[in-house]
């Protein structure tokens, strides 16, 4: 399969996915999911609304700086310019050109109601501020892509202005124009006539942008291709507002497997379920189990009538091969079951495990046994290699020891709360006793831990807890619920994650704190003293 390169897969979780409620990224999250999204091999990532929302400002700045991306570009998503004034002088498109991103994806009115009562302008206006905004961003160099917002609604109630939206843009130079289902309320056929009717009206290049308010953004994308469109936005894990956007795993998966066109790489399309699961340990959203493709229960088969035949011939009970999205039949996806996972996941981190059965036998034991137990590892690739490390070398290497420690919270009165740690460690041959206070528990032990090996390891001064996620998961095996913590740590250059699970909180974060240390010594190559 040649990869099509007139098509485009465009991700935008970064800006229309975190409108989902409850979902809240920090920039951090926003690098490391665009680097998950590269990984995919969109050819997209929409960033955000750099001048509008200062963090999507310092994606953009820090994005140029850290991410090297192999398969994707950045856009860098913003509005037409203002009633009566200039692309050139209008400071949110300024902000546009400053992001460095080499697309920009315009969002503009194209239905009447829309232009005079959320807009306050005349439809000429608008009309003018497309063609201004969209050939200064062209003239400046910048690929354009135009998202015509409330398109369908539009059309269905002034054809002509909407279509006039569309053939302006394009000849103001917009390589895409996307024709945006904003409300969600549009069903398959409406959305077929239309983009075939404005493809021969226009002749422009066209994209579609659905969201899920009936339950067919996917159907509703794949109508849109099939009708012509040949730009199809959505976000990971269908994140979005209301019901969300289109899940765009499940589009290009539609899209490649059983339609047969090239729209991704195939061996990319393996990482889906992978990067599915990562991105959802970031957003801290629970994945939802019965998600198409890359859902835990998407290829799990009912024991018993089904199993003797399975064994037989899996095809008689699947609609596809999970291995073609990176999923797994019957086994839960989150264990990352196969060796051959493991040996890939070893190599990006610089370990090649080809030919050695018996060491990739015992990773993988242990991977699924902790798994078994609440750990995830699809994100704390520190923890996993801290494993994969022990492994190898037989042990695994002791900077230092604990003895104990301890944390107390307390407060006075209306005062907020202060937590004050204890630890008793020993390193480099000395027993050390530090305390450390914070505005939390894992703050403080945090900062005693420290503390107490900074004598010992110097280099640990520059560290820095940057994240803390807490997950609970579900009473498995008929114990109580456990606690699941990812840290993120910064050595003011790059992070990493790593992973504690205990039935008690402060003790899961304890895990991952000693794992976040330990590897931050490691990765500087700093042996035990
Ligand atoms: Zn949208």
Redesign the pocket.
Known sequence: MTLSSDFHVYD?TLR?GA?QEGLALSVHDKLAIAAHLDDLGVGFIEGGWPGAIPKDTEFFALAAQRLSLRNAVLAAFGATRRPGGTAATDPQVRALLDSQAPVVTLVAKSHVRHVEYALRTTPAENLEMIRDTVSFLAGEGRRVVLDAEHFFDGYQDDPKYALEVVRLAAEAGAEVITL?D?NGGMLPPQVADTVHEVLSTSGARLGI?C?NDTGCAVANSLAAVEAGATHVQGTLNGY??RTG?ADLVTVVANLVIKQGLPVLDPLRLKEATRIAHAISEITNVVPYSRQPYVGASAFAHKAGLHASALRIDPDLYQHTDPTQVGNDMRTLVSEMAGRASIELKGRELGYDLSGQDELLARVTERVKALEAQGYTFDAADASFELLLRAEVDGERARYFDVESWRVITDARGDATATSEATVKVTAAGRRVVATGEGNGPVNALDHALREALSPAYPELRKLQLIDFRVRILDAAHGSDAVTRVLIETSDGSSSWETVGVAANIVEASWEALVDSISYGLMRQAIAPR
């Open positions: 935008t229309d409108q945006c904003t942008h969201h979005g507002e956007n």
